[in-house]
């Protein structure tokens, strides 16, 4: 069945470090993919998602390119500020059926 | 619109006691979820909701467990009796379906449960 990996956390950076965030999927067909965050003590909330291959999800500084070649799904931002310290999760979607299906998140700790 | 509304933010009880947790979706949105967050286990989907209609209620745990959702507005998740291990944050989401599958649910704030 649809599958997501995330890299294990939790991930420590510097402030203006560069943070990559791995996620690869296992899926049939062409699923859309999507990364949310977390903030603490919040629900999730949609950060960036992407349709289709070679589409590229960006917001706040965020982005994320839809590899289907290597079934892939990064989260990257040049630049990391404090305030991005949250909770991280890949998902995809579960076809025609609405679910998604989110990998175990990756928390992110940005120090001053 | 208001997001999607949960209630009770926290609920503290006892081992045995039954407990009903609240979810009001966004106007217009015909799908609703239900799932648990545990640091132990990660974000786990309960049961879903199309029009209503369960679809998948396959993540719910056991028998101990119910969902309903009697119109468009109003969902609630049951536990009785709740257990300790029952603890956990639970989240409601609501989305507007499309035709490629690609749903944004839209969480919201979770109910944070602990039982004693």
């Known amino acids: 069945g649809n599958s997501v990996t995330q890299m294990e956390g939790p991930v420590t950076l510097s402030e203006e470090a560069f943070l990559t965030i791995n996620c690869t999927y296992t899926?049939?067909?062409?699923?859309?993919l999507f990364w949310y965050v977390q903030y603490p003590g919040e629900g999730l909330q949609l950060l960036l998602k992407?349709?289709?291959?070679?589409d590229k999800g960006s917001n706040k500084g965020f982005e994320a390119t839809y590899r289907k070649e290597t079934t892939s799904f990064h989260l990257e931002k040049g630049s990391v500020q404090v305030s991005d310290s949250a909770v991280y999760f890949c998902?995809?979607?579960?076809?025609?059926?609405?679910?998604?299906?989110f990998g175990k998140g990756t928390k992110l700790s940005v120090k001053p | 619109d208001a997001g999607v509304i949960q209630s009770p933010r926290h609920e503290v009880t006892e081992m045995g006691q039954e407990v009903t947790l609240r979810c009001k979706p966004i106007?217009?949105?015909?799908?609703l979820f239900w799932y648990r967050q545990t640091m132990m286990r990660g974000l786990e989907l309960l049961i879903y909701?199309?029009?209503?209609?369960?679809?998948?209620d396959s993540g719910m745990p056991e028998d101990r467990f119910s969902a309903k959702m009697p119109n468009a507005s109003f969902s609630t998740l049951k536990i009785q009796p709740s257990e300790p291990r029952d603890s956990a944050v639970y989240f409601c989401?609501?989305?507007?379906?499309?035709?490629?599958?690609?749903?944004?649910?839209?969480f919201g704030a979770g109910s944070r449960l602990t039982v004693l």
């Open positions: 899926a049939t067909g062409y699923p859309s």
């Open positions: 992407a349709t289709k291959a070679d």
């Open positions: 909701f199309n029009n209503n209609v369960p679809i998948d």
């Open positions: 989401a609501s989305s507007l379906g499309t035709v490629s599958g690609a749903n944004v649910l839209t």
């Open positions: 106007s217009g949105h015909d799908y």
């Open positions: 998902a995809l979607s579960g076809g025609s059926q609405g679910n998604l299906i």
